[in-house]
């Protein structure tokens, strides 16, 4: 059964403050990993799709990057507008579907 | 583009009444998902379609249906409705190949009492 656990469930930055959210999985074979970003009482939005090990990908002030067993994403420098609720999700090789973790809440204070 | 589109955005529904959810997109899609979140649970997939006329089940597909009659919408229903079903649903929708990216409706809120 494939699994996705996120760490913490809960982070409370500074501005400015750099820091990792973690995204454990397990998967038979994986096609590719989703970062998404959910803001309150709104549909998640799509970040980043990560497919091999090694791989990264940068947007503004987040890097999402992938090994064989977790994937990281760096929040360099945020601002209060990076608060929101980080979602990972696992998509299995021959698969539409995807597996979602419980996601990680980021407040960042001024 | 509108994107993905949902309706309604909020609904109180009495147990044991009926409703029907809908999604909408205009990016040519071939696949649509329905979601439920709650609290703790995280996304949950409740039924998926890869095609006009086609649907399967996802984790947690008992008490629903669904329906793919047009490939721009795909209809989520609930017969007889329990406060177990209270919940965000989440419709979103993506187009096979390369990248598999699903992109995401804005959400309706039931509330079944």
């Known amino acids: 059964e494939d699994q996705v656990t996120q760490s913490p469930e809960a982070l409370r930055l500074q501005e400015g403050e750099s820091s990792s959210l973690n995204c454990s999985y397990t998967?038979?074979?994986?096609?590719?990993l989703f970062w998404y970003r959910q803001d309150p009482g709104k549909g998640p939005e799509f970040l980043f799709t990560?497919?091999?090990a090694g791989e990264e990908k940068e947007k503004e002030r987040l890097k999402a990057t992938l090994t064989k067993k977790e994937s990281f994403l760096h929040i360099t420098a945020p601002k209060p507008e990076d608060s929101a609720t980080y979602l990972c999700?696992?998509?299995?090789?021959?698969?539409?579907?995807?597996?979602f973790g419980k996601g990680t809440m980021l407040l960042v204070s001024p | 583009n509108a994107g993905v589109t949902q309706t309604p955005k909020f609904r109180v529904l009495k147990t044991g009444q009926s409703m029907t959810l809908l999604c909408a997109q205009d990016?040519?899609?071939?696949?649509m998902y329905w979601y439920r979140q709650d609290p703790g649970m995280g996304l949950r997939l409740i039924h998926y379609?890869?095609?006009?006329?086609?649907?399967a089940k996802g984790e947690v597909p008992d008490g629903y249906n669904v329906s793919r009659l047009k490939k721009q919408n795909f209809l989520l229903g609930l017969e007889s409705a329990a406060p177990s079903q209270t919940s965000v649903y989440f419709c979103?929708?993506?187009?096979?190949?390369?990248?598999?990216?699903?992109?995401f409706g804005p959400g309706t809120r039931l509330t079944v009492l």
């Open positions: 979103a929708s993506s187009r096979p190949g390369t990248t598999d990216t699903q992109y």
């Open positions: 998967v038979s074979g994986l096609r590719g």
């Open positions: 990560l497919y091999s």
């Open positions: 999700a696992v998509q299995p090789s021959g698969y539409s579907t995807l597996t």
């Open positions: 990016m040519n899609h071939e696949y």
């Open positions: 379609s890869v095609g006009e006329g086609t649907t």
